[in-house]
């Protein structure tokens, strides 16, 4: 299986999904981790990008949200403990499962 995770250079939250990702490929020597960086606005529109981290397996956002705006922004994440940058461990690993 192959992630890649769109980041934008300037949001912080992208080194955490980047972390559980390095834990979750760690445990499953199949999954491959790719990271694609949105330069720009054209880029973000182009693609569709929702924010910094996005995750996608098979062109497939992990965590859609088709209210997000697309542009250069960071993502918020609903988390059991609240909104954060990045899903949790937990909630990683079951969309990739489910994936």
Known sequence: MEITLQYLDGCPNWTIAAELLAVIAAENPGLIV???LIKSVEDAETIGFRGSPSLLVNKRDLFPDPMAAVGLACRI?????GFAG????????????AA
Do not use: F, K, N, V
Not at 77 to 81: E, F, G, I, L, S
């Open 86 to 97: 990045a899903p949790t461990l937990e909630q990683l690993r079951e969309a990739i499962t």
């Open 77 to 81: 994440y609903a988390t059991p403990a």
């Open 34 to 36: 790719h990271r694609q």
